[in-house]
């Protein structure tokens, strides 16, 4: 079955201006969650959604926000972009709530975002 | 405070010689402990997944061990391959809380011929 798919794969935005990333879960995954990833920091969770609710939010100002569709597919928006948001943002899909019992998390590719 | 470390942050190997890569975690209450790898450019595989009454788990060439007491775990790699060129990440889950996913930093692997 196919994976999880995050569009678009690589983009470049200057400060100040807005992105949003695309990620469309495994078929029959509920579960969409968020992830930042930087050289010195490693993962860092933004916000997980599950039929369509926010059920977690990670400590990311509100520049970062998410939402999440009736076909599970989930967007995530970043307003008023600043240098230290170049990074690779991830997103996860998974059965159940993540990091529940033994609900493995099935990551996508990646969207490699840079801030010039 | 939540916190899972990962050592070392970087290894060489040569080729065909095995590794050991640590996770120390103090994550409580513990519910599970997750070893991910990840090639450059792309997003982690879950390698394996440890409750609390697991001490070993293997996944073709990688063993991992857990010890709830002392909150420590292993990532054993056999007989290293080239493909084996990747970060690996411990994640720790708690039972409790809103954020319950608690990721190390990650060791970054290179096997050379």
């Known amino acids: 079955k196919a994976g999880v798919t995050q569009t678009p794969r690589y983009l470049i935005k200057t400060r100040g201006q807005q992105v949003t990333l695309s990620c469309s879960p495994i078929?029959?995954?509920?579960?969409v969650s968020w992830y930042q990833q930087t050289p010195g920091q490693g993962l860092q969770f933004l916000f997980e959604?599950?039929?369509?609710?926010?059920?977690n939010k990670g400590n990311f100002p509100g520049r970062f926000s998410g939402r999440q569709f009736s076909n599970s597919r989930s967007e995530m928006n970043v307003s008023t972009l600043e240098l230290g948001d170049s990074a690779l943002y991830l997103c996860?899909?998974?059965?159940?709530?993540?990091?529940?019992?033994?609900?493995?998390?099935?990551f996508g590719a990646g969207s490699r975002l840079t801030v010039l | 405070k939540n916190q899972v470390e990962q050592s070392p942050q970087s290894l060489i190997i040569l080729e065909g010689k095995n590794c050991t890569l640590q996770?120390?975690?103090?994550?409580?209450?513990?519910?599970?402990l997750r070893w991910y790898k990840q090639d450059t450019g792309r997003g982690p595989v879950s390698l394996t997944i440890?409750?609390?009454?697991?001490n070993t788990k293997s996944n073709g060439r990688y063993t991992a061990t857990l010890d709830a007491d002392t909150k420590q775990s292993s990532l054993h790699i056999t007989a290293s391959q080239l493909s084996d060129s990747a970060s690996y990440i411990c994640?720790?889950?708690?039972?409790?809380?809103?954020?319950?996913?608690?990721f190390g930093t990650g060791t970054r692997l290179t096997v050379i011929p």
């Open positions: 440890m409750t609390f009454s697991e």
């Open positions: 994640v720790v889950s708690t039972q409790t809380g809103a954020n319950n996913l608690f």
């Open positions: 996860a899909s998974s059965l159940g709530a993540s990091g529940f019992g033994a609900n493995v998390l099935t």
């Open positions: 996770c120390n975690y103090t994550v409580s209450p513990f519910s599970n």
């Open positions: 078929s029959g995954h509920r579960s």
């Open positions: 959604y599950f039929s369509e609710t926010q059920r």
